[in-house]
Protein backbone atom coordinates (compact mmCIF):
# COMPACT_ATOMS: atom_id res chain seq x y z
CA UNK A 1 0.00 0.00 0.00
CA UNK A 2 1.57 3.56 -1.14
CA UNK A 3 2.00 6.33 1.28
CA UNK A 4 -0.73 8.38 -1.12
CA UNK A 5 -3.32 5.73 -0.82
CA UNK A 6 -3.14 5.66 3.30
CA UNK A 7 -3.59 9.63 3.69
CA UNK A 8 -6.34 9.93 0.98
CA UNK A 9 -9.16 12.32 3.31
CA UNK A 10 -6.46 13.08 6.00
CA UNK A 11 -5.27 16.54 5.45
CA UNK A 12 -3.12 17.11 8.62
CA UNK A 13 -1.00 13.50 7.41
CA UNK A 14 -0.98 14.73 3.66
CA UNK A 15 0.32 18.25 5.09
CA UNK A 16 2.93 16.73 8.00
CA UNK A 17 4.54 14.60 4.40
CA UNK A 18 5.06 17.90 3.00
CA UNK A 19 6.57 19.61 6.22
CA UNK A 20 8.48 16.56 6.62
CA UNK A 21 10.02 16.12 3.14
CA UNK A 22 11.05 19.67 3.19
CA UNK A 23 12.82 19.34 6.31
CA UNK A 24 14.32 16.18 4.62
CA UNK A 25 15.68 18.26 2.15
CA UNK A 26 17.14 21.04 4.33
CA UNK A 27 18.96 18.33 6.48
CA UNK A 28 20.37 16.40 3.72
CA UNK A 29 23.56 16.73 2.29
CA UNK A 30 24.46 14.66 -1.15
CA UNK A 31 28.30 14.71 -2.09
CA UNK A 32 30.64 12.92 -4.18
CA UNK A 33 31.31 10.69 -0.58
CA UNK A 34 27.57 10.13 0.20
CA UNK A 35 24.50 11.37 2.09
CA UNK A 36 24.72 12.58 5.47
CA UNK A 37 21.83 14.42 7.42
CA UNK A 38 22.04 16.59 10.13
CA UNK A 39 18.86 15.60 11.71
CA UNK A 40 17.57 12.52 12.93
CA UNK A 41 14.80 11.26 10.76
CA UNK A 42 12.64 10.40 13.05
CA UNK A 43 12.46 13.59 15.19
CA UNK A 44 11.93 15.21 12.16
CA UNK A 45 8.75 12.86 11.10
CA UNK A 46 7.75 13.60 14.77
CA UNK A 47 8.28 17.65 14.17
CA UNK A 48 6.33 17.48 10.78
CA UNK A 49 3.61 15.66 12.25
CA UNK A 50 3.12 18.49 15.46
CA UNK A 51 3.43 21.12 13.45
CA UNK A 52 0.48 20.08 10.81
CA UNK A 53 -1.82 19.28 13.49
CA UNK A 54 -1.39 22.61 15.16
CA UNK A 55 -1.44 24.47 11.61
CA UNK A 56 -4.89 22.34 11.26
CA UNK A 57 -6.25 22.93 14.70
CA UNK A 58 -5.31 26.76 14.37
CA UNK A 59 -6.97 26.83 10.48
CA UNK A 60 -10.43 25.79 11.82
CA UNK A 61 -9.97 28.15 14.78
CA UNK A 62 -9.55 31.10 12.36
CA UNK A 63 -12.44 29.70 10.11
CA UNK A 64 -14.31 29.11 13.28
CA UNK A 65 -14.19 32.95 13.90
CA UNK A 66 -15.33 34.27 10.79
CA UNK A 67 -18.46 32.31 10.31
CA UNK A 68 -21.53 34.38 11.34
CA UNK A 69 -22.78 34.34 14.54
CA UNK A 70 -26.60 33.43 15.29
CA UNK A 71 -26.92 37.37 15.92
CA UNK A 72 -26.07 38.18 12.29
CA UNK A 73 -28.76 40.45 10.88
CA UNK A 74 -29.04 40.61 6.92
CA UNK A 75 -31.46 43.07 6.38
CA UNK A 76 -30.36 46.47 4.50
CA UNK A 77 -29.35 48.54 7.75
CA UNK A 78 -27.64 45.98 9.27
CA UNK A 79 -25.70 45.77 5.99
CA UNK A 80 -25.52 49.06 5.52
CA UNK A 81 -23.59 49.63 9.12
CA UNK A 82 -20.57 47.04 8.20
CA UNK A 83 -20.16 49.20 5.21
CA UNK A 84 -19.30 52.12 7.29
Do not use: C
Not at 19 to 41: F, H, Q, R
Amino acid sequence: MSAESTSKGNPTRDLAQTIYKDLVVGAAKVSDEGVTMSGNPENMAKLAMKLAEVFTKVEEEIREAGKPSKDTRLDAKSVADWMK
